[in-house]
């Protein structure tokens, strides 16, 4: 090892309590940072989750014309065979066909205008984790009850609440079907939803999609697909690989047909299509507000990083110009002696690197395990608020947030905190270089 | 030959004596028509108040019993339905749905308590909240206070009568303005009434100062006594081509009708 690394090294062990507190000062910020990365990263998850995960999925199918303006009439055919071959899609987890409608819910005593989505109960669950909001009561069936027995739905907890119904209760749903006649239908309550997500817990209503497409004379069409995807942040690509997909779906579909059993209804099936063309929309363009709003969080909190940055570089220069300030005359006399103020220099850098390398390793461990901790196991959010959850952007936030640590959250503030800490033992390195050695013996500088 | 040249020059003198007899009267009547005719118009706007009542009982009287065929039209299609109707007082009113069949026997039940939608496959009423009383009627360009009479033109509007005069003619205008706490959505109204019958011509539903939707009627008929429209079209301003037409098939007014026919009892046995 040679004189200057030897020297640093010396220096720093010769005053622990100064050394101590320097590379505490670097470890605490990379610390912060990597446990804030990981906790805004895991929140902003959670938000994309609880806006996308409940209803929206990750990627949509609509009509372009329904994607332009929603109507009940605005619907295309589907059947197995095109979920299925979209499922088998890498990017795709799950796809929900759904019939979506607005109509009239509620009984002789009060009613309210609510959305109705018609679903296949097994392919909804699998898509979305609406089933896992069932607060009372179950999901929908499998295989519902024959008529005439009253058809089942799920209705979110406000919904219950405002129209005053609980489990077992009957509802009439009352509405304009796609061929402009009225719809109508007894239903009866078998599950109360709590998502989390407001727009679903407020004004939704799940039904069998069969019912659904009786009620609004849609046979055999619905308004909406809607996929999951393994990665939220990936939906856009996702969203390429299904349209391309859906293409040749589609077009092998009619020859099928053409070539198979041929009746009115699967000939009927192909025509709409080529009418009305699908789009397909990752979540991104569907809810651009939410979009927006995590853009503008995660450049909100770069400047925040940069405060903490900034905060933690303060303390280091000013530790490290005392410090340089305190041994003035010592590197006077060192000088005096003959050593070139280049490696005068060098020493005091070596100074910096070796609190930088250990204040960064250091933080990097204590950070990573404590995002680590609430990766696997969460915070609990009842710190935050005495009733155990709150609202925002209208995703409810309770029980327990979980970080989400990557490896870029992790090695970038511990290289940010190194480099800031050599830059900010720079300067008083550089000034004291460049002591008089005989004024600052004498202490007459 | 000269006695009858005489003759004819007296005939002919006489032509213009006759028709300057006659101008000088058309003169004279015109004279009285435009001297008499504004001053006797203003001086005789009618009595506010029986107007608006008299509006308010248009169709209705003390009780009704109608048959009317409703055409629907928008631009995806045409709809029929065969519709029948009673009415009691301002109060109590019952509109079922007879054709086609898909829909027979969806109907809609107003009483003192409510506004409600018979579900015929569920065989259950759900009320209609009062925010959607300018909502569509089963789909169609009327509203539900258009057909159900919700409102008092007497008691939810600020009201005032003016002349108006269109194409040469002049009508009656009532200008409807709804008070704040009134459950209508346009912000004001106005009706055009022929001047002496106050048979409804034209009405027309204004958004800030704009028509938004307008209400035609013709082909009047006498029933019990009064002059009625027979012909109903309302028609958006925003979509020229949508329009739903109500046409009276019968209309009887002030008749005896079933005590228990405005509740849930009397519904069910009409709707069957």
């Known amino acids: 090892m040679n004189l200057p690394v030897r020297l640093g090294i010396r220096n720093l062990a010769r005053n622990r309590w100064r050394s101590a507190l320097t590379l505490g000062g670097v470890a605490a910020a990379v610390a912060l940072m990597v446990w804030t990365v990981a906790f805004v990263d895991g929140w902003l998850d959670l938000m994309v989750r609880g806006a996308t995960a409940v209803e929206t999925g990750q990627v949509q199918i609509h009509t372009r014309a329904y994607a332009d303006q929603p109507r009940v009439y605005r619907s295309f055919p589907v059947d197995d065979a095109l979920l299925d071959g979209l499922e088998r899609l890498p990017e795709v987890e799950a796809a929900t066909p759904r019939v979506k409608l607005a109509g009239l819910v509620g009984n002789e005593r009060t009613s309210q205008v609510a959305r109705l989505n018609g679903v296949d109960p097994r392919r909804e669950a699998a898509a979305t984790v609406v089933a896992e909001g069932i607060a009372e009561g179950r999901w929908l069936g499998a295989d519902p009850a024959p008529l005439p027995a009253p058809r089942e739905v799920v209705v979110g907890r406000g919904l219950a609440r405002q129209l005053r119904i609980g489990i077992g209760d009957e509802l009439v749903v009352f509405l304009e079907a796609a061929d402009g006649s009225l719809g109508n239908d007894l239903l009866e309550v078998v599950g109360i939803l709590e998502t989390g997500n407001s727009a679903v817990d407020r004004s939704a209503a799940y039904i069998h999609i069969g019912d659904a497409q009786w009620i609004a004379a849609l046979d055999g069409e619905i308004h909406e697909i809607a996929i999951r995807t393994a990665d939220p942040e990936g939906a856009p690509a996702a969203a390429q690989a299904v349209s391309g997909a859906l293409r040749q779906l589609l077009t092998t579909s009619p020859d099928e047909a053409g070539s198979g059993s041929g009746t009115a209804a699967t000939e009927n099936q192909g025509q709409p299509v080529g009418q009305d063309p699908l789009v397909v929309r990752p979540w991104q363009e569907i809810l651009p507000g939410l979009n927006q709003i995590l853009s503008i969080s995660r450049e909100s909190y770069v400047i925040m990083y940069l405060m903490v940055y900034l905060v933690a570089a303060m303390g280091i220069l000013n530790t490290q110009r005392m410090s340089a300030q305190e041994r003035r005359r010592e590197f006077g006399v060192l000088v005096a002696v003959g050593l070139a103020p280049r490696r005068l220099l060098r020493i005091l850098l070596v100074e910096a690197l070796v609190v930088g390398v250990l204040g960064s390793v250091l933080g990097g461990v204590l950070g990573g395990g404590i995002s680590w901790w609430h990766t696997v196991a969460g915070l609990d959010l009842s710190v935050f608020t005495d009733q155990g959850g709150f609202s925002y952007m209208g995703v409810v936030f309770e029980g327990r947030i979980f970080a989400r640590m990557s490896v870029a959250a992790l090695v970038e503030p511990m290289a940010v905190m190194l480099l800031v800490a050599v830059v900010s033992g720079l300067w008083p390195a550089w000034v004291a270089s460049r002591v008089e050695p005989a004024p600052t013996i004498a202490g007459r500088t | ?272």
């Open chain 2, 1 to 272: 030959m000269r006695d009858w040249r005489w003759k004819r020059f007296r005939k002919v003198e006489r032509i213009p004596q006759f028709t300057r007899s006659c101008f000088s009267a058309a003169l004279l009547a015109v004279a009285v028509v435009l001297g008499s005719g504004g001053p006797l118009r203003a001086q005789t706007l009618p009595d506010l108040d029986t107007v608006l009542d008299h509006l308010d009982d248009l169709y209705r009287s003390t009780s009704s019993h109608a048959v009317m065929t409703m055409t629907v039209v928008r631009d995806r299609g045409t709809r029929e339905l065969t519709l029948e109707s009673w009415s009691r007082g301002t109060d109590d009113a019952l509109i079922v749905i007879r054709q086609p069949a898909r829909e027979a026997g969806t109907a809609t039940l107003r009483t003192e308590d409510g506004l409600w939608n018979y579900a015929p496959r569920a065989d259950r009423l759900i009320r209609i909240p009062s925010g959607l009383l300018s909502e569509s009627w089963m789909g169609s360009h009327f509203t539900n206070d258009d057909l159900l009479r919700e409102t008092s033109y007497r008691e939810d509007y600020e009201a005032s009568l003016e002349w108006a005069e269109e194409d040469g003619t002049a009508y009656l205008m009532v200008v409807l303005t709804p008070r704040p706490d009134a459950p209508v959505v346009y912000t004001g109204l106005h009706f055009l009434l022929t001047p002496d019958d106050w048979i409804p011509v034209r009405w027309d539903y204004l958004d800030q100062g704009e028509v938004v939707r307008r209400m035609t009627f013709d082909g009047v008929e006498t029933v019990a006594g009064r002059e009625l429209p027979m012909h109903l079209v309302v028609q958006p301003t925003d979509a020229p081509d949508e329009r739903t037409e109500i046409l009276y098939e019968s209309l009887a007014l002030d008749i005896v009708l079933d005590d228990g026919l405005f509740t849930r009892q009397g519904l069910r046995r009409v709707v069957r």
